[in-house]
């Protein structure tokens, strides 16, 4: 549906930390959560904003995710970190992870948090963010449900493991890089079959593992990586650090959720912070940073209405532009939300 | 020219560090670099083994790097350190930093070294395997000459920045991922050229920055990303850690190689290391290790002949059979290096 005039971002924080209150979250979680995910929908990421609350909520209500979960953090080094979400909404357990790393970073100049027993923690980049914001370069993952194969293979054993890796800049021109494994998301193959299209025929595999350029089979086949091989490689890795190293599930023994939506998850997220200022005074920084920018800038564009962006750059405009004027959130959204915060639009 | 019969692993390390040696280099330094580089040459890295001795002599010759250089380690924090490789080889400066972000994760779980004034430090896979044979799962990336356009740019201004990550298995079976930024090496294109045959037009483009099929248009031109825009963020992301954390030079400011050896490069590398015994104990990491490369080995093939593996793999299969059997190594290759080491063969 048209979306209504746009949402003020408090306005927005009050109504989906109320909806995850009303839900019989603590206040406070609540506000955590809802922080990262108008954060996504600050920077034009509404596929993984406060559009996703009603569906954490419906895994609420058939017990696959528990809203009244404690997050435990034991400090097992001065670096090192170890979550149990205790199957938690994602978005609480990555809140804590990040402050967890943070502490780390702050004290030994740098500090990783490794969590387990999670659930989806939404996008990288509100992390990647808050992390800048305060001075620390991040690199940031979490493993997911299984819909991709492993090259060469023909069954989905991994899952589109996010990474994000962020840099900060003390001008506020944070270079931030969130990538999904595969070529596409599923969301838009699912998109392209809803609108009866064809889709490039580097997305996606029926499920015999051939490419296919039929939306439809592809929902039943598994997702490309990106770079073929090396994306491959990629989203292994990040399952090994974000699954395995954390104690968290891996690889198929993490449940579908679209499939067993009543069942824990058992995700892995790993954060690791570097504190920026331990390194370098913040005004050599500040300089490298603006001179690395200019270079990247300064580059010949190949389209000239196009020039070249630096990580992140796109999802910043969009955040300076929606806490001045207002978030565009989709109306069927934000009425859904309304509704579930008890406030009747 | 064939390859003779091969040469046992710590014959090739004797006439390695003895070819550094009698350019100069201090006899303990030129072991650490010879161990590098003769890994390589075990994993069947031949382009980035022992055949880049002279290559890195030429340019000790021009005064492009110093072979006498002392690397210093200071280590600004428990967990962080800073090296400055003093326009020394490469590898020196990755073996040092290697020991400095373990001393680091020994101490306090997770340690981390920045590498600044450096120069090619040859391929990441020794150095992860180094780590995860001690018990480190390890990050570690390095800087460029620019050969690659950013995304949507026509001039190159980002390295092929290889990105290394590995997770140590108490079998040995670990899991080492090793990949460049670009679709295919500089190297590949300089076959095809000399072959006289055509490539994939995914691989590079001319200087206009069309992609093209022509290997003489693509060496003027620049080269492709992995993953179009991912991999460019990528590539980003890892000039901002190795190269802008570090202090070392970054994009254009590094110098290139081939056009002028006898300027430093003051290239960057960074290192990352987890110690994995402060996060579980070794028998339940061997148990998840196993778990984790059975589950992904287990699944089909898409070509019944080629089953399914793991990154790295490959590569330490080379390492056992070779480091049992010698490693095969070009004539020429091994007669130019006799000849350095004062051994005539």
Redesign the interface.
């Known amino acids: 549906m048209i979306a209504a005039r746009p949402t003020p971002a408090d306005d927005l924080l009050d109504m989906a930390a109320r909806a995850l209150a009303a839900a019989g979250m603590p206040e406070e979680d609540a506000r955590r959560v809802a922080d990262v995910l108008v954060l996504a929908d600050l920077f034009g990421i509404h596929t993984h904003g406060v559009a996703r609350i009603p569906e954490y909520l419906d895994r609420v209500r058939v017990g696959g995710i528990d809203i009244t979960a404690k997050v435990t953090v034991e400090r ?5 970190a ?1 979550v149990d979400a205790a199957n938690g909404v994602g978005p609480l357990a990555g809140s804590h992870a990040l402050d967890a790393a943070r502490c ?1 970073a702050n004290e ?5 948090a ?1 969590v387990r027993g999670s659930n989806h923690f939404g996008p990288v980049m509100p992390y990647l963010f808050r992390a800048a914001e305060r001075g620390f ?1 991040a ?1 940031i993952a979490s493993n997911a449900t299984t819909t991709i ?7 989905a ?1 991994l899952g589109n493991n996010p990474l994000g ?1 962020g ?1 900060p800049a003390p001008s506020g021109d944070h ?1 931030l ?1 969130d ?1 999904a494994m595969s ?1 596409a998301a599923r969301a838009k193959i699912r998109a392209a079959a809803a609108a009866g299209n064809s889709m490039p025929e580097t997305w996606a595999t029926d499920t015999d ?1 051939r490419p296919t350029r039929d939306p439809a089979a592809a929902l039943n086949g598994f997702l490309l990586p ?3 091989h ?5 989203s ?2 990040v ?3 974000a699954g ?4 968290a599930g ?3 023994h993490i449940s579908s959720w679209s499939e067993d939506p009543g069942r824990a998850q058992d995700l892995g997220h790993v954060f ?1 912070l ?1 504190d ?1 200022a ?3 005074p913040q005004h050599v ?1 500040a300089d ?2 603006a001179d ?1 920018a200019g ?2 800038h300064g ?5 000239p209405g ?6 992140g750059e796109l999802e910043l405009t969009h955040y300076r532009r929606q806490l001045r004027d207002g978030i565009t959130i989709d109306d069927d959204v934000l009425a859904r939300l309304g509704w579930l915060a008890g406030v009747r639009r």
């Open positions: 097992v080094t001065p670096a090192l170890r780390g030994v100049g740098i500090g990783a490794f370069a690199i194969a492993p090259w060469g293979g023909r069954q054993r890796i840099m270079v890089l990538v070529v593992g990106f770079g073929g090396k994306g491959y490689g990629l292994v890795m399952d090994l650090f395995v190293l954390s104690g891996y690889l198929t690791i570097v920026v331990k390194l370098m920084m490298r940073m690395f270079i990247v580059t010949s564009p190949a389209d196009a020039p070249v962006r630096l990580p």
